[in-house]
């Protein structure tokens, strides 16, 4: 069914026999009326399914076939916020996913629509995000036979490469299943992402409204716990319990698995040094004194016994392969998937488990005194730290004009510094690298970033994804090329009146603004962006406040300001086009020509 958008919501109406007064009493009515008239269809199946399984919001740009049914959730209570882009849509679901551990919802049209917010998806998976992303789609039979429907892709089949499963709905009467599927495959084991493919014409057939309420599903325990096998946790405490130097490095599993009591005690009883992933900082206060982050290259290269829990051994962590990781370290591992075992290195004590059981079963059989680090090992960290903190003062002290990322992140840290509450969206490249090492996070799961690929473009949707699904406040620090991957969503978040202040690092390029163009000619260079660019007067067109600062002291102000307004901001902040390296932190990973450019 190809109808236009109006035409198909006054054909679900005139089923009902009724003229809506307006349309959302239309809607509502269709609703109700349709089940007396003992007609329902496709649309309203979706959102009922939905409701039913707690689904509160849906982030989505919409046209043909999935406009009447944004309208359709609208006006039955889920919140829907419409974006400019399909990719921040969907980067939106995807952090509501990880943040509430139900998975995010985005919504999207045929083709180019579902291509968009398929990147989104697939970081989704990638990262371990829960994440659905319901596609409209066109004809079947014209795609199958490739006869040139309007937005004509086979959807479901190139979702599959990037997604945990993927599915279509062929009969309204398998809405309810298959969005129950849906829901169980993001979130059952490691979540990840999940496209759910809904034809036109399944949206827009009617059915039987009785049988299509028996047809709806409320998926019950959707992530069973899985609990650790008992052997394993007492091999893993032996293993620690002999340990001279042992280590605890956690990812964002953990983060995500919301057991950060246990993880605490765990920590705190035992006494180990851990080293949190970027996206688990605060789950202890980066200022916990067991924090080894700030001596990080030390306890990778020297542990004996490492843990980790919720975290990868992927190029985030060198594979925990020599040289930064001592060749005969030996490793115990949470993880949920049985298959992340020994994937990069052996692991002699694989615990595969969900971390919340596996953390109180690791509680339960722990005796006291039984896992002792070795003094100095706590006083050679102690040491390194004592060495980095004072080195990284005198960085953060200094106060070059125009400012570099670390003045900068000096003057956010501090205001952010009796704000826990506040997320703090990141990416960028040296902007990321910095503002990791910089900003202490005090409270789990508030710092969201570029995350295993170190991916631009997540900014604007993860900031409206945690605002949306939190109501607090967001601090997002953006470098000026990632901030133009997601910018147009400004008009989102002032659209919406989110309280979201952007901070846009603006060195003139990707990675710095002073590199040259090799052949003399006048473009600028491939990493070069727009000289002195107000970004700050991009959000005054949708009448957001713009801040353009050039010091330490004005970007405090205007922080502050931003903040205290709850309203939406940008600040337009003057960096150093001189102050960054090429890549970041991760140059090692960038290959260069040898032979001359
Ligand atoms: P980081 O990038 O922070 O190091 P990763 O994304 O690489 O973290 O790793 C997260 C790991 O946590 C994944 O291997 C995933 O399977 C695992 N995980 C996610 N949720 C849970 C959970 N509830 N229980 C156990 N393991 C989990
Ligand atoms: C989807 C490649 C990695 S980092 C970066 C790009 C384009 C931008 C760095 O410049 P920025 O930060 O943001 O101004 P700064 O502080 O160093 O100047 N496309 C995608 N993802 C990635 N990672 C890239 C390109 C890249
Ligand atoms: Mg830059």
Known sequence: MLATDTKSLSEVKSSNGQEPANLTDGLTDGLTDGL????????????????????????????????????????????????????????????????????????????????????????????????????????REIIDLQQGDYEELDQMNAAKPYTKAAFRVNKPEDIGIGIARAIRAAVSGRPGGVYLDLTAAVLGTQFDADAGEKSLVRVVDPSPRQIPAPESIQKALDLLAGAKKPLIILGKGAAYAQADKDIRSFIEQTGIPFLPMSMAKGLLPDNHPQSAAAARSLVLGQADVVMLIGARLNWLLDHGKAPKWSATASFVQIDISATEIDSNRPIN???????????????????????????????????????????????????????NFSSALRAIRD??????????????????????????????????????????????????????????????????????????????????????????????????????????????????????????????????????????????????????????????????????????????LNPTTKIGK
């Open 36 to 139: 007396t008239d003992g007609l329902t269809d496709g649309f309203h199946l979706v959102v009922d399914a939905l409701k039913l399984n707690e689904v509160e919001t849906i982030y989505g740009v919409a046209g043909i076939p999935i406009t009447d049914l944004a309208r359709l959730a609208q006006a039955e209570g889920i919140r829907y916020i419409g974006f400019r882009h399909e990719g921040s849509a969907g980067n939106a679901a995807a952090i509501t996913g990880f943040l509430t551990r139900k998975p995010g919802i985005c919504l999207t049209v045929s083709a180019p629509g579902f291509l968009n917010g398929l990147v989104a998806l697939a970081n989704a998976t990638t990262n371990g995000f829960p994440m659905i992303q319901i596609s409209g789609s066109s004809d």
């Open 349 to 403: 004590a694989p615990i595969v488990a969900d971390i919340g059981s596996a953390m109180s079963a690791l509680l339960e059989a722990l005796h006291a005194g039984q896992i002792q680090p070795r003094t100095v090992w706590i006083k050679a960290i102690e040491e390194r730290k004592q060495q980095n903190f004072e080195r990284m003062a005198a960085r953060l002290n200094a106060n070059p004009s125009p400012m």
């Open 415 to 588: 205001v952010l510094s009796d704000r826990p509450d506040i997320y703090v969206v990141n990416e960028g490249a040296n902007t990321l690298d910095f503002a990791r090492d910089i900003i202490d996070m005090h409270e789990p799961r508030k710092r969201l970033d570029s995350g295993t690929w170190g991916v631009m473009g997540i900014g604007m949707g993860y900031a409206i994804g945690a605002a949306v699904s939190s109501g607090k406040p967001v601090v997002a620090i953006e470098g000026d090329s990632a901030f133009g991957f997601s910018g147009m969503e400004l008009e989102t978040i002032c659209r919406y009146s989110l309280p979201i202040v952007v901070i846009v690092f603006n060195n003139g390029g990707i990675y710095h603004g002073d590199d040259v163009n090799f052949s003399g000619g006048a473009d600028p260079s491939p990493t070069t962006l727009m000289k002195d660019a107000r970004y700050d007067r991009l959000i005054e067109a949708f009448g957001g406040v713009g801040h353009h600062v050039v010091n330490p002291p004005e970007l405090t102000d205007a922080l502050k300001e931003a903040l205290a307004s709850g309203k939406p901001a940008l600040i337009n902040c003057v960096i150093d086009p001189a102050a960054g390296t090429e890549s970041g932190h991760i140059g090692n």
